[in-house]
């Protein structure tokens, strides 16, 4: 069901052992909520503990390398993950780009070395605040989504649910502030606009999700603009009682 919303936590840089009831009693929401898709991304010393222990939520990475295999200390394949029994993998997230000065081209490389592995992808675009103030926010984005999007081919046989774009201005992660309601809208119009032109009809199956700053008071508003097919959360999807009220007003049969 690709129309589904998908709900999906970045760990980032946190969680351990000691961090798994949290993500068993949000896999029990996911139970509870069979019409909204949940992920959690946790790093990625827990990604094959929570592929044991999770059995409705998609478990993903937070980052792969775009080569299958070799001389890479460090890094992580997309095919290691597949095997670790991941289900997807966010690639050219803002952190990943001003950390590491990921690239557009690099992004894209990851995203497909990612989906020849069978994983699903979410790919990470959004503008700095210099850049939104400047009046360039929607440039800035259609050109990283021109750039980092996988090739046709390859996304056009292979858009059914399992490639995403996360719309995440830079400046509304982990700040508490988000964008309004109608600049999320003409965001995603612009991303959508963009999809299409790359990739056709399939361009229209992409789940396009809003990320920055998203918690259980601004969920439900945030999730209700029109393109919005979902959210990636950091700070609030730590926690059961952050991130299942995020899910919960996702859901049509919130209760
Ligand atoms: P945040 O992070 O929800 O803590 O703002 C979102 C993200 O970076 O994906």
């Not at 670790?84 to 992004?107: K, L, M, N, P």
């Not at 508490?176 to 056709?200: N, W």
């Not at 508003?221 to 393109?227: D, N, R, S, T």
């Amino acid at each position: 069901m690709p129309n589904r919303p998908y709900i999906v936590g970045n760990w980032k840089m946190n969680g351990v052992r000691a961090t798994l009831p949290e993500a068993r009693a949000i896999d029990r929401a996911a139970a509870r909520y069979p019409d909204v898709s949940v992920g959690i991304a946790p790093p990625f010393t827990l990604v094959s503990s929570l592929t044991d222990e999770l059995s409705h939520a998609d478990v993903g990475a937070q980052d792969c390398h775009a080569e299958a295999r070799g001389a890479h200390t460090g890094d992580i394949a997309a095919a290691m993950l597949a095997d670790a029994g991941a289900d997807f993998v966010i690639v050219g997230h803002s952190e990943r780009r001003s950390d590491h000065g990921e690239t557009d081209a690099q992004v894209k490389a990851k995203a497909e070395a990612a989906m020849a592995a069978g994983l699903g992808v979410i790919i990470c675009v959004g503008e700095t605040l210099e850049q939104r103030d400047a009046g360039q926010a929607e440039a800035v984005v259609s050109a990283q989504v021109d750039a980092s999007l996988p090739d046709a081919g390859l996304a056009a046989e292979s858009a059914q649910g399992r490639v995403n774009v996360a719309y995440e201005p830079v400046w509304a992660i982990g700040t508490g502030r988000v964008p309004s309601t109608g600049d999320v809208e003409a965001m995603h119009a612009a991303i959508r606009a963009r999809l299409v032109a790359a990739l056709g009809e399939a361009g229209k199956k992409v789940r396009i999700l809003y990320g920055g700053s998203v918690n259980a008071g601004n969920a439900a508003e945030l999730l209700a603009v029109p393109g919005v097919g979902g959210a990636l959360v950091g700070g609030a999807s730590l926690t059961a009682e952050g991130f299942v009220p995020i899910i919960a007003a996702a859901s049509r049969n919130d209760d």
